[in-house]
């Protein structure tokens, strides 16, 4: 009788630990998911902006250059918009700016999806003024709220505009605009 209690107690305690383990791997399983998603979207963003600068520039060979895209490429839906809206968009930017496409928006340019967020959430900030806000808060204002690769997105940006002193922490999750 004595063994069977300590072969049940086993089971018991392999069966917590295995479900301990699947609850770790089911969170690490969506982190990854969302790390995929949001690079796949980057991927075809810069793609696209490659795709509409090679349209603008018939007479330098970049048109002819082939792609080097795979010939199947991944298609993961976009989490923040439309596919057709944000490849007019890119094609735009890209109309307005093409000496400036692939700079980062430190730099002033505002013709990549990065840069466009990042004016968003400033125009956000300078309409919420002194007031504190969550992440999931500005997301939400812009449109970004749909899914939390979006709302990461969102959160990214934030943290990247706190270390360029353009956004402010105001406390563990917390937003609030530099004041001058």
Known sequence: MGSMTQTARAI?????????????????????????????????????????LQALMPGTGLAAAPSPRDPAPVS????????????????????ESPATAGRSDEAGDSSTTYGKL?????AYFAQAGDTEVRARDVASALGRDTDSGSINAVRSTLDRLVGASRVQRAGRGLYRAVMP
């Open 118 to 122: 990042t004016e968003q959430i400033l």
């Open 12 to 52: 018991e305690s392999t069966a917590d630990g295995l479900q301990e383990d699947l609850a770790r791997l089911e969170i690490q399983k969506q982190a990854l998911e969302r790390e995929l998603a949001a690079v796949t979207a980057h991927l075809g963003s810069v793609q696209r902006a490659l795709d509409a």
């Open 76 to 95: 993961v839906p976009s989490p923040t918009k439309p596919e057709a809206a944000r490849a007019a968009a890119t094609a735009e930017a890209a109309a």
